[in-house]
């Protein structure tokens, strides 16, 4: 089992950046799809990113291509999502997660979670 711990979330203005990050401990982080969710109030938790095992592969939801980039870094155990342009509609907690084998798409159905971080942007 993975345990996974978000970071950089925040309040900021539309049109700013943040770069989240998810360090991973235990199990096997090289080994597997990553990807991020996200939850709005009073909404169901989405799909948002997913990235293969060697960081050779991307899928993306429709709402956040062209300005998000899912990354990892599999020495540091690291996965990030840089978010450009925020707009207010992106106000979630975001949650990482890892997936079952080395691929991560809309359809996967993660197998550990993190326990979230906030990104709340202000119009």
């Known amino acids: 089992q993975v345990q996974l711990v978000e970071s950089g979330g925040r309040l900021v203005q539309a049109g700013a950046s943040l770069r989240l990050s998810c360090v991973a401990s235990?199990?096997?982080?090289?080994?597997?799809?990553m990807g991020w969710f996200r939850q709005a109030p009073g909404k169901e938790r989405e799909f948002v990113a997913g990235?293969?095992?060697?960081?050779?592969?991307?899928a993306y939801t429709d709402s956040v291509k062209g300005r998000f980039t899912i990354s990892r870094d599999n020495a540091k155990k690291t996965l990030y999502l840089q978010m450009n342009s925020l707009k207010p509609e992106d106000t979630a907690v975001y949650y990482c997660?890892?997936?079952?084998?080395?691929?991560?798409?809309?359809?996967?159905?993660?197998?550990?979670w993190g326990q979230g971080t906030q990104v709340t942007v202000s119009s």
């Open positions: 990235i293969s095992s060697n960081g050779g592969w991307t």
């Open positions: 235990g199990g096997t982080f090289s080994t597997v799809g």
């Open positions: 997660a890892t997936s079952r084998n080395v691929l991560f798409n809309i359809y996967t159905s993660p197998n550990d």
